[in-house]
T-cell receptor
């Protein structure tokens, strides 16, 4: 059982380049999330998808777009990367409405550096 | 005021020590609470949920004080392997499953 799989694990981009971070879960979870983690800032929510077919902005959505491709997959796109987007990105999932039961399952993260 | 606040530490303790972390939250209507553990350069993993009655899992005890809006984590008989960052996590009153994470408290257990 793979859980939550993120690709790539590492990426270096030049300012202005675009890329898509992929996330897939095999636990039949309804809700999926993208967080970024920066030193001293903790985890901050970028976008989330409460259920298939819906997406909503989180705390720090500027510069990002998302696609909930199907129930399993939730991708995060940087259209024009900026150095401020250098961070560790985590995808997470949970059964909708019962995050209070078991919390999230996280992917292993993508370390992105924008130069 | 941040929604979830933790002392970032680091807490440096010897093996075998007892250590406690506190965390405060701002939304009194928050529904559920967790402690996550994050090892260096790894993803966060659920350590334990926190219930009003308090709960214990081996050497770990979590407590919730709704009146004062704080939760705590007590670790007894610290092991070297307990060295990690502990994230306080709150489920606010919404139906979207969005969790709010504290910035974490770093624990370093020394031999």
């Amino acid at each position: 059982n793979a859980g939550v799989t993120q690709t790539p694990k590492f990426q270096v981009l030049k300012t202005g380049q675009s890329m898509t971070l992929q996330c897939a879960q095999d636990m039949n979870h309804n809700s999926m999330y993208w967080y970024r983690q920066d030193p001293g800032m903790g985890l901050r929510l970028i976008y989330y998808s409460a259920s298939e077919g819906t997406t909503d902005k989180g705390e720090v959505p500027n510069g990002y777009n998302v696609s909930r491709l199907n129930k399993r997959e939730f991708s995060l796109r940087l259209e024009s990367a900026a150095p401020s987007q250098t961070s560790v990105y985590f995808c997470a999932s949970t059964l909708w409405g019962i995050a209070g039961e078991g919390g999230y399952t996280f992917g292993s993260g993508t370390r992105l550096t924008v130069v | 005021r941040k929604e979830v606040e933790q002392d970032p530490g680091p807490f440096n303790v010897p093996e075998g020590a007892t250590v406690a972390f506190n965390c405060t939250y701002s939304n009194s209507a928050s529904q559920s609470f967790f402690w996550y553990r994050q090892d260096c350069r790894k993803e966060p993993k659920l350590l334990m949920s926190v219930y009003s009655s308090g709960n214990e899992d081996g050497r770990f005890t979590a407590q919730l004080n709704r009146a004062s809006q704080y939760i705590s984590l007590l670790i007894r008989d610290s092991k070297l392997s307990d060295s990690a960052t502990y994230l306080c996590v709150v489920n606010p009153p919404s139906n979207t499953g969005k969790l709010i994470f504290g910035q974490g408290t770093t624990l370093q257990v020394k031999p």
